[in-house]
């Protein structure tokens, strides 16, 4: 059974386009992140959830909009999307919100915006 | 805020070489410090970690190596074998009691392993 599954692995799509990415976790953690790794595989974390409250907002742009409807799932909804958003989106979990604890991440869904 | 520095960027060895690869980091309060190795097509995968009241932690070939007050920290593969070609990130934070911690990564390094 995989721990952290997203959908879908692989999204091309024009600019201008709205889209979104899905996340499960079967691992019953608390906490739930999206991070963004760019062409030079740097990560970057974007939004974190514990027990569906936002804890982190990072920069990000405002057509980026996360959703958690329950503890075991968080979505990435992307508006009007830029050339810049190419990317490859990674949901992870973890059991708290503490910064020590372990990340397990999902296999990464990569957005090509043409 | 905290920014974690990796290098090199890629370090291609033979196999059965050892590989290290080193880290800084900015803010001394940070006390937790993972090694996450992503395979490729894969998310990244926590390998080993140490917190700052250890100096070094070993797990079979790899180990971890922390100078707080140097503010480095390095990771050690003995042995290198094919399967240990992976992009290795190394990360930092600190504990909050009362709000939330952020994991911040280096720029990762892609180890190759020539057989």
């Not at chain 1, 790794?37 to 990072?58: G, P």
């Not at chain 1, 949901?91 to 991440?105: I, M």
């Not at chain 2, 094919?82 to 290795?88: G, L």
Request: some cysteine; glycine content about 6%; proline content about 4%.
């Amino acid at each position: 059974d995989t721990a952290v599954s997203q959908t879908p692995k692989y999204l091309v799509t024009q600019m201008g386009n709205d889209k979104s990415i899905k996340c499960e976790q079967n691992l019953g953690h608390d906490t739930m992140y999206w991070y963004k790794q760019d062409s030079k595989k740097f990560l970057k974390i974007m939004f974190s959830y514990n027990n569906k409250e936002l804890i982190i907002n990072e920069t990000v742009p405002n057509r980026f909009s996360p959703k958690s409807p329950d503890k075991a799932h968080l979505n990435l909804h992307i508006n009007s999307l830029e050339l810049g958003d190419s990317a490859v989106y990674f949901c992870a979990s973890s059991p708290g919100w503490q910064a020590n604890e372990k990340l397990f991440f999902g296999s990464g869904t990569q957005l090509s915006v043409l | 805020g905290e920014n974690v520095e990796q290098h090199p960027s890629t370090l291609s060895v033979q196999e059965g070489d050892s590989a290290v690869i080193k880290c800084t980091y900015s803010d001394s309060a940070s006390n937790y410090f993972p090694w996450y190795k992503q395979e490729l097509g894969k998310g990244p995968q926590l390998i080993i970690d140490i917190r700052s009241n250890v100096g070094e932690k070993k797990d079979q070939r790899i180990a971890v190596t922390l100078n707080k007050t140097a503010k480095h920290f390095s990771l050690h593969i003995t042995e290198t074998q094919p399967e240990d070609s992976a992009v290795y990130f190394c990360a930092a934070s600190k504990d909050k009691v009362s709000n939330t911690g952020k994991l911040i990564f280096g720029q990762g390094t892609t180890l190759q392993v020539k057989p």
